[in-house]
């Protein structure tokens, strides 16, 4: 019997196959089919489109976020502030509690203040006037017409407490100031058919002197007689007196007729 060697050969690694059989596929795939590649990248395009715009939907969630988170610690202090305003609030409600009972006492008070000042103005006026008529008698038509309209004004709902009291406050001290200024001024002295203008010198409260236009007559108030005496003494006297009134002349001492002092009785 003959014997025969037989060559053992080795089997292909498994690696090797697989590699081989990835390629043949690929190239198989890649050559026959185009279509699928085109769908390949139009997937791969259309997950990368969706990754994106999940992302700007992510950034925008997170812009949202943070602007809510903004308002809400906004809100938060307000409301802090407005906790802290309202606590003030109460701490001075006390307060104004007894600022309002003040108020209407004083409301009260001043009714009662009006009850008792009105009668007490109109006592003022009265007493003013009667101290006008028994006045030396300057200015008379202007200071009677102050009077009348502290009278009227008396009678008026319209005016005020306070402004009634101010305007006889005003006229009681026009009156002071007579009693210590230099006054010349033109008026109309007597009544209807003998009435004539002259020129009139008050000095104070201490004498009233007149002359006519013309120079002819001077003369003065006598308080006594409570009637004008004519005495032409007294014409150099006028006509200095008037200078320095009117300030055309440098002040200088006054000549004037001055009632004799009165004893008293006792």
């Known amino acids: 019997m003959k014997y025969e060697r037989i060559k053992a050969t080795r089997a292909p690694r498994p690696a090797l196959l697989v590699l081989g059989l990835w390629a ?15 769908a390949i990248v139009a997937e791969e395009a259309r997950a990368q489109s969706e990754a994106s715009a999940s992302q700007d939907r992510i950034d925008h969630l997170d812009d949202e976020t943070q602007k809510l988170l903004a308002e809400y610690r906004q809100v938060i202090a307000e409301a802090e502030s407005f906790r802290t305003y309202n606590e003030q609030l109460a701490s001075q409600v006390p307060s104004q509690v007894q600022e309002v009972e003040s108020i209407q006492r004083q409301l009260q008070e001043v009714e009662t203040t009006q009850r008792e000042v009105l009668p007490m103005m109109q006592r003022m ?16 038509e202007e200071r009677h017409k102050r009077i009348a309209n502290l009278k009227a004004m008396m009678d008026r709902a319209d005016v005020t407490v306070s402004e009634k009291y101010r305007r006889i406050m005003e006229a009681y001290q026009i009156e002071m100031e007579y009693g210590r200024t230099l006054e010349a001024y033109e008026a109309r002295m007597g009544d209807a058919e003998d009435a004539r203008t002259v020129q009139f010198l008050r000095i104070g409260r201490v004498a009233l002197m007149y002359q006519t ?15 004008w005496v004519a ?24 000549i004037a007729p001055v009632p004799a002092p009165k004893k008293v009785e006792s």
């Open 24 to 38: 043949g596929l690929v190239g198989s795939s890649i050559a026959g089919s185009p279509d699928q590649l085109r």
């Open 125 to 140: 006026v009265d007493t003013l006037e009667k101290f006008v008529a028994l006045d030396v008698p300057f200015l008379a």
């Open 213 to 227: 236009l013309d120079r002819k007559e001077t003369g003065y108030w006598d308080a006594d007689k409570k009637d």
């Open 231 to 254: 005495d032409n003494s007294y014409r150099h006297a006028f006509t200095k007196n008037l200078e320095v009134a009117k300030k055309m002349g440098a002040p200088d001492l006054l």
